[in-house]
Each structure stands twice: as C-alpha cells, then as structure tokens.
C-alpha cells in the first residue's frame, strides 16, 4: 500500500489524541489508586489497633507485622523501601520513566502494612510511586514511544498527589518542581490534565473537604511577621536535625552485616512499639493530631514532646528500610512545633498575636520546605490543604527562611541525598548541560588505565613512575575503588617497605558523570590531581573513562 | 528466517497497531471504572467505620464526665466532632462541638467548627451567633 505523508501526519495527529485521552485516563487511575490506598492504611490500622489499644498490642503490632514486611521486602518487593519519590525521581532521569509492574504493586502491599501497623511515615510517596509505576507500565503495555512513556511517569505522580492530598495545583508544581527538575517543562499541559481529572474523581467519592478544618488565621499585627520569621528559622533547624538524622542512622542500618536486612524492618518496629507505649499519638500518618495542633487544641508542652518523639520515630521507621513516605512526618512535626511556638509567642510577646493553630500552619509548611525542599509546592501545598488564603504572606516569609538555612547547611537535598548512598547520583538543575553543549560523555577517554587494587604498593610505585600524570584510578571497570596519587604511593612504599595493597590507600576522589557540560568538567579537573574518572549515574562505582588536562585540550578543540 | 526478509512495517501495520492501541485504551478505561466503583465501596465502608468511632468517642466523653473526669470529656467529644466532620455529619458534628461548649463556653477551636457545620446546615442565625462569640 502507498503511504501518503497525509497519511503519517493523521496518524501521528492520532498518537497525540490517544496521548491526551491516556492522561485522563491514568490521572484518573493514579488518582483512584491514591485514594484506595489511605483508605486501605485507615482499614488496616483500625482492624489492628482498634479505638484505644491495649499496651501489649502497641507493642506487638508493630514488630510481628514489620517481621512479615521485612521478608516481603527483603525477598519478593525489593526496590520498594522508603517514601518512592526519589525512586521516580532516578526512575524519570536516568532509566528512560521504566518502572516495572512489581513495584507498584509491591508499594501497595508494603506501604499498607508499615504504615497501618503504627510505623511513624506518610502515604503520599508511597502514592507518587505507585501512580507513576501504573503510568509507566500502562504505556510500555500500550507499545508508546519510550519519549512518551517517559513523559507518562510525572504525570502518573501528579495524578496521584492530588488525590492523595486534595491538591490540584500543588500536585503539578511538585511534579515540575521535584519530579522532573525544571518548572518550565513542556509537560505542564498532562500533568495539570491528570490533575484535574484525579482530583475530580477523588472529590466525587470522598467530597470536597480540606485535609484539615482550620479557622481563617490570618496576621493580626505586622510585627507578627518577626514571630513567623523567628519560628521560619526554628522550622530550618527541626528539617536540618531530621534531614542529617535520617541520613546518619540510615548509614549506620547500612553497616549492618547484609544478613540482617531482612529483620533490619522489625528492629524499627520494636522501637516504634516502644515509642507507641509512650505516646501513641505519633502512630502511622497522624494527621488526626495535625488537625488538634491546627484548631488549637494542644498545650504547648504536649505538642513540643509530639514534635521530638514524631522526629525520632519517623527517622527509625524510614532508616530501618520499611516503606513510607516523609511528607506526612515532616507535616506533623512542624504543626507540634509551630504550636508550640505558637503558645509561647501569644503569651509573652508585646503585640497582639494570633492564635496558636496559625503557628501550627505555618510550621507545617516550614518544615515541608526544609525537609522536601520544592518552596513553591510547600507554600501551595499548605494553602490548599487548608484551604485558607488569609496566611500566605507569613507562610511565604517562614517558608524562605527555613529553605534558605536548610539548603545552607544540607546543600543537598534529602531525597538526592538518599539516593546518594544508594550509588545513585542524580543530575541537579545547576550541573544538567543545555541540549547543546558538549558534555564529558563527547571528550572523554573511553580507554582508561587502572590500577589493579590487588597489586601491592611497591610494585604500583614501579608502574607509578613510568607514568605522566601523578594521580592514578584504583579499581576495574566495572568497580573503580577512587584514585591514588603519586606522593600517597612513594610515602608508602617507603614506610611500609611497600608489602600492602594498593587498595589500601584508596581515597574516594572527585568524579564527573558523561552528560556534565564541559565548564563542570574543567572546575573538577582542577580540584582533581590531574584524573577525572567519568563514571555512571546508575552506579557511580562503573567506569566509563577519563578525562586528563591533556584530553580535555586535544579533544574539545576537534 | 533471516531478519532481513523481515518487511519494514509501512503505514498499514501503523494503522493496525493505533487499532490495537485504542482498544488497549478501551481496556484501560474499563479498569478505570471498575476501580472507581470498587474505591467509592471501600470508601463508604471507611465512612461508615469512622461514624462508628465517632459515636463511640462520644459515648466514651459521657462516661468520662459521669465520672467527673472533665479534660477525658473533652478530648473526646473532640475526637468525636472531628471524626463526624471527616465523615462529612455535620449535624452529629455540631453536636458534638455544643457539647465542648457546654463545658468550656469560650473554646475557640469549638466555636469554630461549630460555625462551620452550622453554616453548612444552613443555619446561619446559629453560624452567625458561633462566629461572633
């Protein structure tokens, strides 16, 4: 048959209907899945822990059932762990938006069990996860380019979060914002289409109701504005001390011998039952509680005990490898915290001021700056889950306070940060190359020379010798180790009488992954000792060549 | 075989393969529906569980104050309004709210939500007289 090119544009005009009626399609289930999934977590919950728990159940439940999670995670879901927003966020730049169909479905399982049964984490990144794992295998299933297939993952995630928080607008910037990195991406129109259709489906059954009543707060006297900044500043310190918290007790779970990854959930969850004995106010996503700090129904010293043992637990619960989310957390430590400022401010300070639950608000969003780091989605985040416009400005200042201090003292981001000690190095907004500059990928060496780390370190310092750069790569291809210089090895072989091995004196050095621009390449090379290892984004232990001053003069003038 | 007799797909197997598509499409949105009417059941059962609790909290706040053990009453009359409210009560809600206010007349929280369900009830003599307190 003859194909007329009127013929290919009707089709591809086609592709693109079929793309947009997809949208709609898995907005809606995205959407859908979010709203089973907090009611399944209510179900479970409730059937376990009843209306007032008995002390032994508080501590049972929580460890017999994290037993169960921890095989399921160990053996059957084993890349399901955590909140899932950073899995999609690697899932979206680094594996073409492929996320295999057991994952969301393990997410399900897993997110339901941990969370019902008491584990201190949130349900809404569990839910971006699961949208954007049944996104991503409907297109596979559906044969779509691997372009839109990945295009699907951002907006299966935005279908979800706005039906996980009832949050239209929220749920597209945190897709453009968090998920995809760029606030202008082409990807705005499906994202706000999944959306909106999410959010309508999700308001059809569960109604239009708020995530939480509040009464209309709003700033009673300009001074009021120091106070917000002073708890701004309060909230930036509570995201620093759970961001660096997290990551130094995930480390130290890390360390444990590989065989105890399977119990390793149920270690959390005996801490966790303990916690519960002690308050269990802090139990699984807490909103309930959120909702008291908010209308003002807390003392202050309540909600600052909340606010530590929410802090503690939620760093247990995650670190210990169950899976759950840390928006939910880092909402609820802030509303302790903020209430708690909250009181003390009206008490003491010389203006008229607020209610305590104002404070509540804000502290939420403070915290979701600090500890998600996306500002725009916090402060619409917090606007639209309480519905209430009357706040925005404190919102704003408090909000930029505690980004700025949190981005001052954990440059990276917690989400990167995760992925970070799981080999996995995302590419930021400030080191991505534009779609036309020459990368480390275009200059590098793709034969590079290693050092065997089993080599002992007299015979390296012979080799060393005949070499022109001072600094060599440890390691093979598929697992570099980092590099050693020229002056480490003549030290030691001189010390030591040079017996030991090479690996030995391995330190982890600095790196470039092959899409960094050229301008990134040139500032590492000069921190370097004169080798950079270009290794993957994937695996940051995987070679994929050098690059010297030498290469970087003879290959970029071509 | 060889792969190279293999003909290139022209625009008819294209044509095809958009027909698949869209009844693949069909499917998907079946499942869609399914899974709405299957969460909207879910859903009910959930409300229906929350209302239980609610009325249970309630009834726990009356014992409590039976035995004279006021701030237990509270908090859970709270719990009990909170709960009704999510649910989507309003009338038990408000209830529930008259009841904090009968212990505590000046409670903020209470005079609150007790508007706001007033409100949606469509008494706005009441809402007006709760807003105003």
């Known amino acids: ?558 | 075989v060889s792969l190279e007799n293999v003909p290139s797909p022209n625009e008819t197997a294209r044509t095809a393969f958009l027909h698949r598509e869209i009844l693949q499409l069909a499917v998907l949105i079946v499942a869609a529906v399914l899974l709405f009417f299957g969460t909207r059941a879910v859903a009910a059962s959930n409300r229906r569980m929350r209302l239980r609790d609610a009325a249970e909290w309630s009834e726990r706040g009356e014992r409590a104050l039976a035995a004279a053990r006021l701030d237990e009453g509270l908090y859970d009359f709270r719990r009990a309004a909170a709960l009704f409210r999510q649910a989507g009560d309003c009338g038990n809600a408000l209830d529930q709210f008259q009841r904090v206010l009968r212990l505590r007349p000046q409670d903020a929280a209470a005079l609150a939500g007790a508007g706001a369900c007033a409100f949606q009830l469509g008494q706005y003599d009441l809402a007006r007289r709760y807003q105003t307190r």
């Not at chain 1, 699984?284 to 908010?294: C, E, K, P, R, T």
Request: hydrophobic share 50%; with cysteine.
């Open chain 1, 1 to 558: 048959m003859n194909a007329s090119p009127s013929t290919a544009q009707q089709l591809r005009v086609r592709e693109h209907h079929l793309f947009l009626v997809l949208t709609i399609v898995i907005g809606i289930i995205a959407g859908l899945t979010a709203v089973l999934f907090s009611v399944a977590i209510a179900q479970v919950s409730h059937r376990l822990f009843g209306l007032a728990p008995s002390p032994a159940r508080l501590l049972a439940v929580p460890l017999l059932v994290s037993i169960v999670t921890g095989i399921l995670l160990a053996k059957v879901f084993p890349d399901v762990r955590g909140s899932g927003v950073p899995q999609t966020e690697a899932a979206y730049h680094l594996a073409g938006g492929a996320i295999p169909a057991r994952v969301p479905i393990g997410k399900f399982i897993t997110g339901v069990l941990c969370i019902g049964s008491g584990h201190s984490m949130g349900r809404e990144g569990p839910s971006v996860q699961i949208g954007a794992g049944l996104a991503s295998v409907a297109g596979r299933w559906l044969g779509l380019s691997p372009q839109r297939i990945r295009d699907l993952v951002p907006v299966g995630a935005a279908g979800a979060l706005a039906a996980a928080f009832n949050t239209p607008v929220a749920a597209v910037l945190f897709a453009l914002e968090e998920i995809i990195g760029d606030m202008n991406a082409p990807l705005i129109g499906s994202t706000v289409v999944a959306s909106v259709a999410s959010v309508i489906v999700e308001r059809s059954i569960l109604g239009n109701e708020p995530l939480f009543h509040v009464p209309t707060y709003r700033l009673v006297h300009p001074a009021e504005l120091a106070a917000y900044a002073v708890l701004g500043i309060i909230g930036g310190i509570a995201s620093l001390l759970f961001c660096k918290g997290l990551l130094a007790t995930r480390t130290l779970f890390r360390r444990l011998p590989p065989a105890t990854q399977i119990l390793q959930p149920a270690i959390g969850g005996l801490i966790i039952g303990a916690i519960l004995l002690y308050s269990p106010a802090i139990m699984g996503v807490g909103y309930d509680w959120v909702d008291q700090a908010l209308n003002g129904g807390l003392l202050w010293k309540t909600m600052l005990v909340l606010c530590v043992l929410k802090l503690v637990a939620t760093i247990v619960s995650y670190a210990s490898g169950n899976a759950g989310g840390i928006f939910a957390p880092s909402l609820y430590i802030g509303a302790m915290a903020g209430g708690a400022v909250g009181v003390i401010v009206h008490r003491f300070a010389p203006f008229p001021t607020g209610d305590p639950g104002a404070y509540a608000l804000v502290g939420m969003g403070t915290l979701f700056a600090g500890i998600i780091r996306a500002p725009m989605t916090s402060v619409f985040m917090i606007f639209e889950i309480t519905q209430d416009y009357q706040i925005l400005v404190p919102l704003m200042v408090a909000n930029l306070l505690s980004f700025v201090i949190s981005r001052r003292f954990q440059p990276i981001p917690v989400y990167h940060a995760l992925l970070l000690q799981d080999g996995i190095h995302l590419p930021s907004p400030a080191t991505r190359a534009p779609n036309t500059a020459r990368t480390a990928g275009h200059i590098m060496d793709a034969e590079a020379e290693l050092v065997s780390p089993d080599l002992s370190i007299e015979a390296a310092w012979q080799w060393a010798q005949d070499q022109r750069w001072p600094t060599y790569l440890v390691g093979t291809r598929d697992h570099l180790l980092g590099t050693v210089t020229r002056e480490q090895l003549r030290d030691a072989s001189a010390l030591a009488g040079g017996s030991a091995l090479v690996s030995s004196l391995v330190s982890e050095g600095i790196h470039v992954h092959p899409d960094h621009p050229l301008d990134v390449v040139i500032d590492r090379l000069s921190q370097s000792g004169g080798v950079l290892p270009v290794v993957s984004r994937a695996d940051v232990h995987r070679l994929e060549g050098m690059i010297t001053a030498d290469t970087l003069v003879r290959r970029s003038s071509r």
